[in-house]
C-alpha cells in the first residue's frame, strides 16, 4: 500500500486566525489517495471546482482563506493525469466537509462516503449552512453514506482507521495507515502544520478549541509512540512526500 499526495491548489491564508501571527501563508490543499487491496481510498478532495472560476460563494470565508485554483487542479484531473479513473475510487474518507476538504466530491461519481456522523449532521444544520461554514454543494450528490461513530476500522483488517479527532469541527477525524514502512496518520485539520503540534498553537476558531487542544495532544502521544504524522496544510512537508508518497 502506499499514501500518494495529490496537490488540489493551494489557499492563501492570514497567518492571524491561524496562528496569532503577522502575515499570509500558502497552504497546500490536499487529497490523499491509498490503494488498499480491498479498495481504492481518497482521504479528503479538496476544493468545489466552480471555486476556479466563481468565489462569490465563499462569503465571508474569503476574508481569512483565499483559493489559488486553477483547471487542471481538481481531484478529477489529478486522478486522470495519474491514469486513474474518476469511477475507479471506491471509498471517500473525510476528515471534515470544510470548502477545501469535501468540495470535490460530485466528481467521483461511483465511491462510497465515509464520515463521522457528528461531522455529517454538521454539514446539515442549516445555521451552520446560512453561516456560510458548511455548503452542502461541496459534499451532498446522492453518494452512499456511511456515517460512523468514534473509532473505525475501514476494512476490518486494521489498516485503514478512522480515529476521531474532534474540535476544528464536531466530527474531524484523523485517518491511520499502517504501511510497511510504519504507521502513518493523515491529521487533516486537527494539525494544519507542524510547528502548530510543537507550539501547540490552537487556532481561536473551530467548533471546540479545548477539544482541539485534546485531539491534538492526542496525535502527539501517536507521535512520541512512533508514528508518522501527515499534516493537513503542510507546505514543506507535502513537496517532502514526492509524487508518490509513502509505501
Ligand atoms: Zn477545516
Not at 34 to 57: A, K, S, Y
Not at 222 to 230: A, F, N, S
Amino acid at each position: 500500500m502506499r499514501v500518494v499526495p495529490l496537490e488540489l491548489g493551494r489557499i492563501e491564508a492570514g497567518l492571524g486566525i491561524i496562528t496569532g501571527e503577522q502575515g499570509t501563508v500558502s497552504l497546500p490543499i490536499a487529497g490523499w489517495l491509498i490503494d488498499h487491496p480491498e479498495g481504492l481510498v481518497l482521504f479528503d478532495n479538496g476544493m468545489h471546482p466552480g471555486l476556479q472560476h466563481d468565489t462569490t460563494r465563499l462569503g465571508r470565508t474569503i476574508d481569512s482563506f483565499e483559493p489559488d485554483y486553477h483547471p487542471g487542479e481538481e481531484v478529477s484531473a489529478r486522478l486522470t493525469q495519474r491514469g486513474i479513473r474518476p469511477d475507479d475510487v471506491d471509498l471517500m474518507i473525510f476528515s471534515h466537509l470544510h470548502f477545501d476538504h469535501a468540495g470535490g466530491t460530485g466528481e467521483l461519481p461511483d465511491a462510497r462516503l465515509v464520515v463521522q456522523r457528528a461531522e455529517w449532521e454538521a454539514g446539515h444544520d442549516q445555521r451552520l449552512i446560512d453561516y456560510g461554514i458548511y455548503d452542502p454543494v461541496d459534499y451532498d450528490h446522492g453518494h452512499e453514506v456511511e456515517q460512523v461513530d468514534g473509532r473505525h476500522d475501514v476494512f476490518g483488517d486494521g489498516r485503514v482507521v478512522c480515529l476521531p479527532t474532534p474540535g476544528h469541527t464536531a466530527g474531524h477525524q484523523a485517518l491511520r495507515v499502517e504501511l510497511d514502512s510504519g504507521p502513518v496518520v493523515l491529521t487533516g485539520d486537527c494539525v494544519y502544520f507542524e510547528r502548530m503540534l510543537n507550539e501547540m498553537l490552537v487556532p481561536g476558531f473551530g467548533y471546540d478549541t479545548d477539544l482541539q487542544r485534546q485531539s491534538m495532544e492526542g496525535l502527539r502521544e501517536l507521535r512520541d509512540g512512533g508514528c508518522r504524522l501527515i499534516y493537513g496544510h503542510d507546505a514543506e512537508q507535502f513537496k517532502s512526500l514526492g509524487p508518490d508518497g509513502l509505501a
